[in-house]
């Protein structure tokens, strides 16, 4: 869902000398950094367009930063195996931060996990269990290491797992599986941030209770978040934020915008992303994270400076 920033300091556009000084504040930044090594990206709603295309000259992109010897890293919310075939082609090397940051892997070999407590997975179960049986037409996927797992089997419901959940298995009863549960995501037909969130308010006191979507929320550990596993992985690769660029859009971005000194906002983010970031990107359907790499670190791809034409993207995989 994109939201307004118009009470906010409006965007510059990339051709506007200005770019590099468009802020949500009104200090200036510094000058372009000579030395990024890390390049981190959320997926839905900010490298994919709203209609969950990759941007067109993505994979040139990708070849120029791995020319440099920059790390490319898709952080998201999808699932590891659905990050993995959407990139198979370039996948060699690259770190998949999945779930939200609870499991990260690199060449098929886990880096890090943070599995929650069965027994608090199941009672987040039941509490949407009583949310469904109450009327709100909501539905948990417990997201494990080797698959997810639900018990809808509607297909509405199945078609949105699908889009984040290459691998999952419809089971009579989700708190019986046998895998290592990394979080619990919730879909709600409706507003998640008005119904499901704070139903799940009583998990907020132990656990982090993110809307990670405008139907999406996500139950995970306290210490599990998108930022979180980028500053391990900074500690594992001795990248510093100083040499991190970070583009996101929502709520579930917050703490891995807190860890790149190049830390952008999509012009379509939640409000809250756009006051964090320290700076503003174009949008998602303008190709913002494209456009953003090409203008700061001076990347020759063939992108248009202004909006680029209907259909410039390609579906993801």
């Known amino acids: 869902m994109p939201y307004s920033s118009s009470p906010l300091k409006p965007l510059k556009p990339l051709n506007s000398p200005d770019f590099l000084n468009s802020r949500t504040e009104d200090t200036p930044c510094a000058a372009p950094p000579a030395d990024i090594r890390l390049v981190v990206t959320d997926m839905d709603g900010t490298l994919l367009d709203d209609d969950k295309r990759v941007p067109a000259g993505l994979w040139d992109a990708l070849a120029r930063l ?41 060449d098929g070999e886990e880096l890090s996990s943070d599995p929650m407590d069965r027994a608090v997975a199941a009672d987040v179960v039941r509490a949407v269990r009583r949310l469904a049986a109450g009327g709100v037409d909501v539905g948990a996927v417990v997201c494990g290491k080797r698959s997810a797992y639900v018990e809808r089997s509607d297909e509405p419901f199945l078609a949105e797992v699908r889009r984040y959940y290459l691998r999952h298995e419809i089971v009579e009863d989700v708190t019986a599986v046998d895998d290592d549960v990394i979080k619990v995501a919730l879909f709600d037909f409706g507003s998640a941030e008005r119904t499901t969130a704070p139903a799940l308010a009583p998990f907020a006191g132990t656990h982090q209770v993110v809307v990670s979507g405008e139907h999406w929320v996500d139950v995970m550990n306290r210490t599990a978040n998108k930022g979180a596993a980028l500053r391990r992985l900074q500690g594992e690769l001795g990248i510093t934020p100083a040499q991190t660029m970070v583009f996101g859009d929502y709520l579930n971005d917050l703490e891995m915008l807190d860890a790149a000194d190049w830390s952008f906002a999509m012009a ?7 006051r964090r970031a320290r700076h503003l990107a174009p949008s998602n359907n303008d190709n913002g994270v494209l456009r953003t790499l090409a203008r700061v670190l001076d990347l020759p791809l063939d992108l248009p400076l202004d909006l680029p034409p209907d259909g410039a993207g390609t579906d993801a995989a």
């Open 66 to 106: 791995r020319e440099r010897g920059v790390l490319f890293s898709p952080a998201s919310g999808r699932q590891y195996a659905t990050l993995a075939r959407e990139f198979a082609e370039v996948a060699d090397g690259m770190v998949f931060i999945a779930e939200n940051g609870t499991y990260v892997v690199r």
């Open 268 to 274: 379509n983010a939640h409000p809250e992303v756009i």
